[in-house]
C-alpha cells in the first residue's frame, strides 16, 4: 500500500470555525491532490502540488487554500468553514512520468460541518 | 467546460452476470483515461488508457477506450458479490497530470 496518511479522519465543527486537514506521504512523490466527494457529484478537484511551494487550483477551490511546505506534507485549510463544505476529503498522491498516472488515495477525512 | 460522463449511474446484477460500465466524455486536451474500483474507502487504480483499440486487461476484469467516439467500456465477466463497488472514470486532461472525474457507476452484485 502507498505510504499516505491522512488526519484527522472524522471531524465535527461548527460553521465559522477554521479547519485544516493533513495529508503526509512517505513515497516522496511530487504530485499531490485533494479531492472532495459528495453524492450525486463523484470526487471534485480542489487544489493540487506539483512540488514544494507550487500548488494550484481545482474546479471547486472556493473557500480552501493548500500549503505544502515540503514534499511530506500537504495541508488543506478551510479559512471558515460552512455547511456546504460538509464532505469526505480524500488526499491523493501520484508518480505521473513513471510508466503510469495512477493516483494512490488515502483513507478520507470526514468533515461535519453544523 | 470537461465533462466526464459514466452510465449507467447504478446498475443491479446476479453472480455470474456480465456487466458492461460506459463512460463517455468531452474534455479539451486528452491524454489518458483511467478507471478505478471504490469500496468502503479509498478508490484503487484499475486500468490507465492511452491508445484506441487496445484492451487492457486484468483477471475478469477488461476496458478498451475508442478515442475517436470519445468512450470507453468497462467490463466485468462472471462477476462475484466481491465486485459490489462504485467503478469511477476519469480523465486526465492538459498539463500537471489533473484528473476529472464521472460520478461512478455504483455496481451492486446479488448472490
Known amino acids: 500500500d502507498a505510504g499516505i496518511t491522512q488526519s484527522p479522519r472524522h471531524k465535527v465543527t461548527e460553521t465559522g470555525t477554521p479547519v485544516t486537514l493533513r495529508c503526509h506521504q512517505t513515497?516522496?512523490?511530487?504530485?499531490m491532490y485533494w479531492y472532495r466527494q459528495d453524492p450525486g457529484h463523484g470526487l471534485r478537484l480542489i487544489h493540487y502540488s506539483y512540488g514544494v511551494k507550487d500548488t494550484d487550483k481545482g474546479e471547486v477551490s472556493d473557500g480552501y487554500s493548500v500549503s505544502r511546505s515540503k514534499t511530506e506534507d500537504f495541508l488543506l485549510t478551510l479559512e471558515s468553514a460552512t455547511s456546504s463544505q460538509t464532505s469526505v476529503y480524500f488526499c491523493?498522491?501520484?508518480?505521473?512520468?513513471?510508466?503510469?498516472?495512477?493516483?494512490?488515495f488515502g483513507e478520507g477525512s470526514r468533515l461535519t460541518v453544523l | 467546460e470537461d465533462k466526464v460522463v459514466q452510465s449507467p449511474l447504478s446498475l443491479v446484477v446476479h453472480e455470474g452476470d456480465t456487466v458492461t460500465l460506459n463512460c463517455s466524455y468531452e474534455v479539451t486536451n486528452f491524454r489518458s483515461l483511467l478507471w478505478y474500483k471504490q469500496e468502503k474507502k479509498a478508490p484503487t487504480f484499475l486500468f490507465m488508457l492511452t491508445s484506441s483499440g487496445i484492451e487492457k486487461k486484468s483477471g475478469r476484469l477488461s476496458s478498451i477506450l475508442d478515442k475517436k467516439e470519445l468512450f470507453s467500456i468497462l467490463n466485468i465477466t462472471a462477476t462475484q458479490t466481491g465486485d459490489s463497488a462504485i467503478y469511477l472514470c476519469a480523465v486526465e486532461v492538459g498539463s500537471n497530470y489533473k484528473l476529472t472525474f464521472g460520478k461512478g457507476t455504483l455496481l451492486t452484485v446479488n448472490p
Open positions: 513515497e516522496n512523490h511530487r504530485y
Open positions: 491523493a498522491i501520484s508518480a505521473w512520468g513513471e510508466n503510469t498516472g495512477e493516483l494512490f
